[in-house]
């Protein structure tokens, strides 16, 4: 296996943008099935220039999604079993494999206009992950990317998955999933985005105390804006206010 990449190579510097803002919404706990709508709703609005890049936080209640390369093996419980439990299982029209989201999770789904800068979706990939890369920093973990598997990973353990979408216009939705405090037993039900022998990780376990997802929010705000380049934030919902 090849080894995970140094802290110090993922994180260049940027270029901020004194006219680029980046629009922060956080309404907590959002249903899989309504976010998607959020989404969509959001995606359409960027396209005809309605609203600026849009970063959309939030929870979600227990939830399996399948992505595009997701397959049926990866999906551990049967769906009585999984109804029992109370999780949903959704398509997420996103790439990627099988993802569980929960409480204490903070999910990020990126509206973005890619254009002219940034039509590149590996590129693109690299900076979510630099971003949580970053994020983690806040709190002293050093996060790393590994050629294996798209995410972030401390120790071979995976902390933040990220699978995406972009539509027509280069407009991206969908996104990443940070691990701060939810149950991690929920991931046993899945094999997490198709990688078998993995495991997953929380900051809330890497540091020996709880951290919940609105402690994250924070900190992960900063680094997409630092990443992106952005000049301003607007956050009329205080995600980004100190917790």
Known sequence: MMASRPVADSLPERTVWDDRTLSVRY????????????????????????????????????????GSGSHAEHLLLSADELAARRIGV????????????????????????????????????????????????EFGIEGRRDPAGTGVWVGGAKVGAIGIRVSS?????????????????????????????RTVTSISRLLGRRVSADECAPAVVAALAHEFGYGAVDDPGGATASR
């Not at 706990?29 to 609203?51: D, H, T």
């Not at 996103?94 to 206009?113: C, K, N, S």
């Not at 899945?190 to 022998?197: A, M, S, Y």
Request: proline share 8%; glycine share 12%.
């Open 27 to 66: 309404p907590r706990l959002v249903g899989y099935p309504e976010a998607l709508a959020l989404q969509a709703e959001l995606v359409g609005r960027r396209r005809s220039g309605a609203i600026p890049d849009t970063l959309l936080l939030l929870q979600h209640p227990h939830v399996i999604t399948l």
């Open 169 to 197: 216009g280069w407009i991206t939705s969908h996104g990443f999933a940070l691990n701060a405090d939810p149950d991690l037993s929920c991931f046993d039900v899945i094999v997490p985005c198709g990688l078998h022998g």
């Open 90 to 137: 959704y398509e997420a029209g996103r790439g990627g494999d099988v993802t569980y989201h929960g409480p204490g999770q903070l999910v990020g789904y990126p509206i973005l206009d890619l254009k002219p800068d940034r039509q590149d979706l590996h590129g693109y990939l690299r900076s979510l992950e630099r971003a949580l890369v970053r994020a983690l920093l």
